[in-house]
């Protein structure tokens, strides 16, 4: 047990209700010393996908030995599994309902483990808040340096659903929005390597066949109110309406298709490098 | 003083102001090794009722020693005096409204103060703020080890509000909904002993007269879309659409009876038992 | 480093993404101690005018030494520079927008340094979080002990607003409305100084030209529904309806300017005094 085990939540719990502070008296209560971020709580309810990827988003700010809880959970109360996860040396705690997902997928080898050992639970255990029960309770004993193996059975075959990939196309890739956030910017899942070398080849965003936008360096290179992409924190392709709600003006939503094509000019130029 | 007291917050401030950041700013002031957890700071406006729920709902999961502050506080400025009750080796401040009303009916027997000595207040003391001038400032004192006896003088009248009983009748017993949580979950106040058997004698709901469900194990035990009762995490019946918002669906809100029956089946059952 | 600076957050960034969350994790990786705090990341997307004024709201109860961040960044990723100023002993980060007006306004003087020691930052800086990027990872840095001239070089033109200044005239003072907190009370630039010995001598205030009532001692001073003023916990007039949303049920909002006028009952007074 170090001096402060960062511990995160994130959770569909939203911010009227106790949920989120009964939990962290049972974290706290069971390790004093853990330090407690929230990530978010007003993941859609039972939105299992959108919080799967803004929980992988946060992870990989934080150290080693940090631990990493998630709870959206229709399923409470029936039989699905609650697991943890160590993933590049952080523990993840979620139920066993494609939570995991996103943070399984790109963090390489993990040991995943059911969480079956009942005695670190809190009883009786509801059938509505899990949450306080089980998830909780086992949090703070791995922040405060119980096992792995004290508090779960080795599983592998998590539940896990099917992460959108980019299509490539003859004249471009083809990907879709994940995730809107609250100044309405739209990340999608292409990456670097969907778009290509933007900055010498100008990339043409089109979202659901209108034409929408170029790649730019920053919001301020197009003006107020102008459409575009960057390349964002995430490492994925924003799209953006600069100092406007992008979603909200455009009437995009998760799951919209986005196509990014190389330009006539960037062709050009490409033969020429 | 102990390494982390534990001081949580309760408040109807919500989170577009800077109150609560403030009145944290001052409670770290007075104790620097204080531990603040948030319970919630969406009570609705002058909602004394739900937030003396709320805060009831919460307090248990918290160690002896723990102090908690709730501002809820309509009055502010006036002549209502500002209490801090020890309820089973927790320190709970509040304006005398009503909000202890909740704690105190749980927690047994209760030493009371009112907050008299305002050499640990905050100067001036404004009349719009008193979570920052007098809770914050006591409540740091009492985290930080100061007495009771110093920060108050013992009373014995603090306000109460009636609480909602369930009222038993011939095919049933009728109780209220006490509070809607953020998925449409609908808290009442009938208990195990209101209720009975259920999983061997099953019982059905009714509200405001409409057939509703039956008091099932848990969420999935019925069809998604479905409505029905649990035993809920705080120790009531809790009425719910599997996947879905009760309250939206069945248009049900605070104050809205509830009935419950034990079915023919049931009651055939019981003569047989 | 002491054992628990503090380090306060104030954003526009809500609370459905994991931004701040990831914010935090940053600055617990440079400095384990921190104590963070919450202002509030409920600011308007954009609002630096607002965002300015919580924050100086806010600041004045935390001790020297403290570390505030306040990132309200439209101009995010070009070429707006990196702020931190010292005031009061209190060091505060944020984008060179204005947002450092108000703090700076009432601090005294000021050091203050554009940051421009890139190591101290994560890298790759992305285009469109540099809360993350550069000002979480500085004011770690800060926290834990580094010396302002390490991070930064010094400036003397920060940008700033034109701060409203109340209006003197013939029959009394125009101001008008900054804040509307989240119980609909509005916050005004209306100072003691300016509204006088109201306990003596009666103040009527006026909005937009329409009668709205007397500054009183507190919001019960008149009946429920009932409007008025008090003079507020931040040190200016705030306008009221006990139990109720003054902004909603007068339609009032930023901007609109608010008049006090010594009645004439009071003048007689003065003139005896």
């Known amino acids: 047990m ?26 706290l209560s069971r390790c004093p010393a853990a330090q407690i971020v929230d990530l978010t709580h007003e993941i859609l309810p039972y939105d299992i996908r959108g919080g799967s990827l803004v929980w992988r ?5 934080f150290p080693a030995g ?11 109360g029936g ?19 494609g939570l995991l997902t ?7 080898p993990a040991r995943i483990f059911a969480l079956t050992a009942t005695r670190y639970w809190r009883h009786p255990v509801s059938a509505s808040f899990q949450g306080r029960d089980v998830f909780a309770p086992v949090a703070g004993a791995l922040a405060a340096g119980e096992a792995l193996e004290a508090v779960g059975t080795p599983i592998a075959d998590p539940i ?21 956030d609250r100044f309405g910017n739209c990340l999608t899942n292409l990456t670097p390597g969907d778009v290509g070398d933007w900055e010498r080849t ?33 490492g994925y392709l924003e799209l953006f ?15 919209d298709r986005v196509r990014v094509r190389r330009g006539e000019t960037s062709s050009a130029s490409r033969i020429v490098i």
């Open 57 to 61: 988003a946060a992870l990989d700010v």
């Open 66 to 76: 940090s631990v990493h809880v998630a709870v959206v959970d229709p399923g409470v």
């Open 241 to 255: 309406v600069n100092r406007g709600n992008c979603a909200a003006r455009w009437n995009l939503a998760v799951g």
């Open 160 to 180: 896990r659903f099917d992460v959108p990939r980019p299509r490539r196309e003859a004249e471009g890739v083809t990907g879709e929005i994940l995730w809107v």
């Open 2 to 27: 170090t001096a402060s085990t960062l511990v995160t939540l994130l959770t569909d719990f939203g911010h009227r209700d106790p949920f989120v502070g009964i939990m962290k008296g049972i974290i």
């Open 202 to 234: 100008p990339v043409e965003i089109e979202i659901e066949g209108r034409p929408f936008g170029r790649i730019v360096t920053h919001f301020g290179a197009v003006p107020d109110g102008a459409a575009g992409g960057v390349m964002g924190s995430m």
């Open 79 to 97: 039989s699905r599994r609650a697991l943890v996860a160590e993933i590049e040396g952080r523990l993840c705690l979620a139920p066993d309902n």
């Open 102 to 108: 996103c943070p399984l997928l790109e963090g390489g």
